[in-house]
C-alpha cells in the first residue's frame, strides 16, 4: 500500500479476509474515484491499456498498488534475479487466481507525490520490455504489413499499365520495390528478435509452470 494515507489503514482488514474468504493468491483493489491528479490518471489508465497487450492482463483487473499478495506469491516472486524488478509482471507470470476488493481512495494528507515523470517512465519500460518480447514481433508484422501494401501496389501498376500503356511509369514501380525490400527486411529483422526474445525470456528466468504444493506419498 502507499505510504500517503490514500490507502485507508482500516481496509487492510478488508482485504486480507477477502483473500482468505475467496481463496485467492492475491486481491487488487479498484476505486470508484482516483483522488490522484489528471496527469497521474491519464498515466495510469494508458499504463494499465499496455499492461493489457503486454502483459496478457484480464482487461477487467486495475494493477493498483493496493493489494494482497499470499506467502506463496511472494515467494515465487522472490524466485527473480534480474535487476529490473516489475512486481505486477511477476505476479501475473506465477498465478492468475486474482480477486479484486472496491476500496475508497482518499486525498493526499500531506506533501506530495515523489512518482516523478521520470520514475513513471522507468516503471512504465520496465514493464514494455523485461516481461513480453511484443515489441520485438512488431518488427515482422510491420514488414508483413509492408510487403503485403507493396505486392497490392505492385498489382495495380501492372493493372493500370495493362489497361493504360500511355500512363508514364517509373516512380510507382519504384515505390514498390521499395516497400516489398524494405517489408521483407523488417520481417528479417522480427525473425532475429524472435531468436532474441526467447533468449531473453530464458534468460529472465519466466517459468513455464508453477508449483503449488509438493504431497509426497509415503
Not at 479476509?17 to 483493489?29: F, K, N, Q, S, W
Not at 512504465?124 to 508484422?141: D, E, H, T
Amino acid at each position: 500500500m502507499d505510504d500517503d494515507f490514500q490507502n485507508p489503514p482500516e481496509e487492510v482488514s478488508r482485504l486480507i479476509e477477502h483473500a482468505r474468504g475467496g481463496g485467492y493468491d492475491v486481491v487488487y483493489t479498484r476505486y470508484a474515484l482516483k483522488r490522484h491528479h489528471w496527469g497521474r490518471n491519464v498515466a495510469s489508465r494508458l499504463n494499465d491499456r499496455v499492461a493489457t497487450i503486454m502483459l496478457d492482463k484480464p482487461r477487467d483487473l486495475y494493477l493498483s498498488s493496493f493489494k494482497c499478495l499470499t506467502q506463496f506469491t511472494v515467494q515465487e516472486i522472490l524466485k527473480y534475479r534480474g535487476p529490473y524488478p516489475y512486481i505486477d509482471g511477476l505476479v501475473l507470470r506465477c498465478t492468475r487466481n486474482i480477486g479484486t476488493l472496491a476500496a475508497d481512495h482518499a486525498e493526499r494528507r500531506v506533501g506530495r507525490s515523489g512518482y516523478t515523470l521520470r520514475k513513471l517512465v522507468a516503471l512504465g519500460l520496465n514493464m514494455f520490455v523485461n516481461f513480453s518480447i511484443a515489441p520485438l514481433r512488431l518488427s515482422a508484422l510491420l514488414g508483413v504489413a509492408a510487403s503485403g501494401i507493396g505486392v497490392i501496389l505492385g498489382i495495380d501498376v501492372v493493372v493500370e499499365r495493362l489497361l493504360r500503356p500511355g500512363v508514364p511509369v517509373g516512380w510507382a514501380s519504384i515505390l514498390v520495390a521499395v516497400l516489398v525490400f524494405a517489408g521483407v527486411q523488417l520481417i528479417m529483422l522480427g525473425l532475429i528478435g524472435e531468436y532474441l526474445g526467447r533468449l531473453f525470456l530464458t534468460e529472465n528466468q519466466t517459468p513455464q509452470f508453477v508449483v503449488r504444493e509438493v504431497v509426497e506419498k509415503l
